[in-house]
């Protein structure tokens, strides 16, 4: 009985070693959840817009994104397309569903901001829900690029608040300016002059 129990321990310890050697924990099952619209996004990343928008479409009938996201998608697809108004009236749909349940991440709030400040030369309501988008966006992300207070910066600036605007570049320049490709949207990242106060 001494005999089995100490192999058993001996076994179960070298389990154990070899499973952190692995990176696994048995008691622990590691789970990899891929996002179900990851296929839409490559298409999108791609920019083969009518495939992203038949994957998009297959998705929906499945249930596999909540409305804001799926908005935010079709937006950026009507973007792709050139139909710019489409892309406008879609993101106007997505922010009025902004919010923690809206299953939003930070870059669909900085490509809805970007949707709306490319668009809003001739509508200030747009510059707003901009500016609305990208302070969701930095609201919800966690990482250290500045990409979205940049694009904050720059729609401050076009609404004519320059102190604000200037106030988060000079937090970003003692930060030190770093850039997240996939969200670098709104201009050059060359340390930009902020016109005189």
Not at 29 to 51: C, G, I, T
Not at 85 to 111: E, H, K, M
Request: contains cysteine; aromatic residues 6%; proline residues 5%.
């Amino acid at each position: 009985m001494i005999r089995r129990n100490s192999l058993s321990r001996c076994l179960s310890s070298k389990l154990l070693l070899l499973s952190l050697l692995l990176g696994t924990l048995p008691a622990q099952a590691q789970v990899v959840v891929q996002d179900p619209l990851s296929p839409v996004w490559q298409e999108v990343a791609m920019k083969d817009w009518d495939s992203a928008a038949r994957k998009l479409e297959k998705a929906e009938k499945q249930g596999l994104c909540k409305e804001a996201v799926c908005l935010t998608i079709h937006g950026l697809i009507a973007e792709g397309t050139g139909d710019g108004a489409q892309a406008v009236a879609y993101a106007r749909r997505a922010a009025a569903l902004f919010g923690p349940d809206s299953g939003l991440n930070a870059g669909n709030y900085n490509a809805l901001g970007a949707s709306f400040y490319q668009r809003s030369k001739s509508d200030p309501e747009l510059l707003k829900l901009a500016e609305t988008a990208f302070r969701q966006a930095d609201s919800v992300y966690d990482g250290g690029a500045s990409n979205i207070r940049f694009n904050l910066a720059t729609v401050l600036r076009a609404q004519g608040r320059a102190k604000e605007a200037k106030a988060i570049m000079d937090a970003l320049e003692a930060d030190g300016l770093l850039i997240n490709p996939g969200m670098a949207i709104l201009g050059d990242f060359q340390r930009p002059e902020l016109p005189p106060q």
